[in-house]
């Protein structure tokens, strides 16, 4: 005789929930998420991590591209500049996905 553990299930799903913010590898279950269409408020909810998880990890990515290029170009001390600030941004995106990732995680109500 099996159990429903609804606290199990919780968990299971607040898991995967954080798996769509995980930097950088993040993006590819984000764009599974994203082509299937959401049935429920709880794939809605999927379906909405996904796409702000991939925003964030394209709009950094983009960012990431043109500082590291720009600093190819520049001379050494703006290139140095670039890269500093590009460190910067590296830094707040991977602060920004564990901010988010604790909060799915440890959050008070159910994320049904």
């Known amino acids: 005789m099996v ?3 609804r606290f199990a ?10 798996f769509y913010l ?3 590898a993040g993006i590819l279950p ?4 994203l082509r ?8 809605h909810r999927q379906y909405r991590l996904s796409q702000r998880s991939l925003q964030l990890t ?3 990515l983009l960012v990431y591209g043109l500082l590291w290029g720009g600093s ?23 602060l920004v996905c564990l901010t988010w990732m604790t909060r799915i995680f440890f959050q008070r109500r159910s994320p049904k």
């Open 3 to 5: 159990e429903n553990d």
């Open 36 to 43: 299937q269409t959401p049935r429920s408020g709880l794939e």
């Open 30 to 33: 984000s764009l599974w998420q």
């Open 22 to 24: 995980v930097p950088i």
């Open 72 to 94: 190819s170009v520049f001379s050494d001390v703006n290139g140095l500049r670039l890269l500093y600030l590009n460190g910067l941004l590296t830094s707040g995106y991977f």
């Open 9 to 18: 299930e919780t968990q299971l799903i607040r898991l995967r929930l954080c």
């Open 58 to 60: 394209l709009g950094w």
